[in-house]
Every structure is written in structure tokens, then in C-alpha cells.
């Protein structure tokens, strides 16, 4: 079993910057890739970002790239999504999730999920 536990949400301006945490524990949790999805109020759970699990190795979404970065405290076994420039259309519970695959961008390709934590930009 592997836990997820993200933080760092908030509300910030258009144009600012966050970074959420996902700490994950369990046993072989430091084998999983790491990814971040996001869903707004409607709308599907969105792919992110993955880092894998050595945190060499990044993959982003077209939307977010050139403004977030994902990175990984490998002694922390601690993922970090560093958000910046961010718009409105941002705006969603962002989840922390763990995989044993690479570079897969559909949720049922993730065997872990975090509680997820509230990012709203405003305008």
C-alpha cells in the first residue's frame, strides 16, 4: 500500500505562484512515478505532470508547460509541483497519484490517489 498526502493549495492571483507537496509513504512507495491531475467542478480529472520514481525523468501536459515544473526530494520520497504564471483556468482540487508505468496520462493508470487539495486563481 502506498499514502499520498498532498499540500500547498491555496488562492492566489492571476499571474502567481504555488507549489503543492505530495509526501508518499508505504512500503516500495519510492518505486512509484509520480503524477499530478487536476479537476475542476464539471469537468474530467486532468493529467498534469509525472515525474518517475528515480526523479530524473519529468513529462507535462501541453497546457501547463513552460510554467509548471515537477520535481522529487528523493530522501523525502516527497514530490513537488511548482506552479507558476498561473490563470484562472488553473483553477481546480489538484491530485497527487502513483503509478508503476511511465509516461501514462489516464487515471486508471494510477494505482494510488492523494485527498487532493484546492488551487483557485483569480482574475
Known amino acids: 500500500q502506498v499514502q499520498l498526502a498532498e499540500s500547498g493549495g491555496g488562492l492566489v492571483q492571476a499571474g502567481g505562484s504555488l507549489r503543492l507537496s505530495c509526501a508518499a509513504s508505504g512500503s516500495s512507495s519510492s518505486n512509484y512515478n509520480m503524477g499530478w491531475f487536476r479537476q475542476a467542478p464539471g469537468k474530467e480529472r486532468d493529467f498534469v505532470a509525472v515525474?518517475?520514481?528515480?526523479?530524473?525523468?519529468?513529462f507535462f501536459a501541453n497546457s501547463v508547460k513552460g510554467r509548471f515544473t515537477i520535481s522529487k526530494d528523493k530522501a523525502k520520497n516527497t514530490a513537488y509541483l511548482q506552479m507558476n504564471n498561473l490563470k484562472p483556468e488553473d483553477t481546480a482540487v489538484y491530485y497527487c497519484a502513483a503509478s508503476p508505468h511511465w509516461r501514462v496520462v489516464a487515471p486508471g493508470q494510477y494505482n494510488y490517489w492523494g485527498q487532493g487539495t484546492q488551487v483557485t486563481v483569480s482574475s
Open positions: 515525474i518517475d520514481w528515480s526523479g530524473y525523468s519529468t
